[in-house]
């Protein structure tokens, strides 16, 4: 293994660990030798994911957080490090869309379902905020640590039907920045903060307005492919050599940065 690139040994908290992206990530880092702390709201899913993570390996634990409490946060902080001694790394994976917060083709923004935007924007976005703030104290306290934050398209133009869900991702691109320069100013340049901005993939979330019931594509699937150079939707396990990257000492002059991994739609008019 390339050192440069090396997360082994790394003690990383995944949060939304018990979801498809989480999922897929948490894997991949314990596959590459990081100690993993599985973070999700929900027991069943996290025990499953906790299960299907130690088939790859031993320092792997899931405990039970809500990104929206920092009270139990900070409880997980304390396990934690009472636990393996430190945090390294951070992935705020928690998040995500709902069917209530997605504008169907024939309403208006004023149709607008206010308690789902609430609650998309709530999540998205404190769902990052509060976490940072809790594990980023451990991080400013040892003087070294990576947070990395999930952005969207959504911040680099405007996306149609997802009003809460595209304020909150671009809302993470500029907290990005602001933490990233807060925490280099104050604490050093060990502790690094960046985002990525995936592209289309297709899950759970979003196949209903992707996918028709026959298994077609969309008029909205058209037309994000045409915007696409790569014409094709990104694959869930192709975010993972970015996150590592951004995680590893290769990226170590990297932070206040948002790195799109989309098949070009972010460079791409459509022309």
Not at 132 to 140: E, I, L, Q, T
Not at 159 to 164: D, E, H, L, N, Q
Not at 172 to 177: D, G, L, P, V
Request: charged share 20%; with cysteine.
């Amino acid at each position: 293994m390339n050192e440069l690139f090396s997360i082994a040994g790394k003690v990383a908290i995944i949060t939304g660990a018990g979801g498809v992206l989480g999922g897929n990530i948490a894997k991949h880092f314990i596959q590459q030798g990081a100690k993993v702390v599985a973070v999700d709201i929900r027991q069943e899913p996290l025990d499953a994911r906790v299960a299907e993570l130690k088939e790859y390996g031993e320092d792997v634990i899931g405990i039970i957080g809500n990104v929206l409490d920092v009270t139990s946060l900070e409880k997980l902080a304390d396990e934690v490090v009472k636990k393996w001694g430190k945090i390294d790394i951070l992935l705020n994976i928690a998040g995500g869309n709902m069917p209530k917060a997605t504008l169907e083709p024939d309403q208006n923004f004023y149709d607008m379902d206010i308690a789902a935007w609430e609650k998309v924007t709530n999540l998205n976005l404190n769902g990052t905020v509060y976490p940072s703030m809790v594990f980023g104290k451990v991080m400013a306290q040892q003087k070294s640590g990576c947070i990395i934050n999930v952005s969207s398209m959504a911040a680099y133009s405007a996306i149609t039907r997802v009003p809460g869900y595209s304020a909150a991702k671009t809302a993470i691109a500029n907290f990005t920045q602001w933490l990233a320069s807060e925490m280099a100013l104050k604490y050093g340049d060990g502790i690094r903060v960046n985002a990525i901005a995936p592209g289309f993939f297709i899950g759970d979330q979003n196949r209903r307005v992707l996918i028709n019931p026959d298994g077609s594509l969309t008029e909205r699937s058209q037309k994000v492919l045409a915007k696409t150079p790569m014409r094709r939707f990104g694959d869930i396990t192709e975010l993972n050599g970015s996150v590592q990257f951004l995680c590893s000492e290769a990226a170590s002059f990297i932070t206040g940065a948002m790195l799109p991994i989309d098949g070009g739609f972010s460079a791409f008019s459509g022309v």
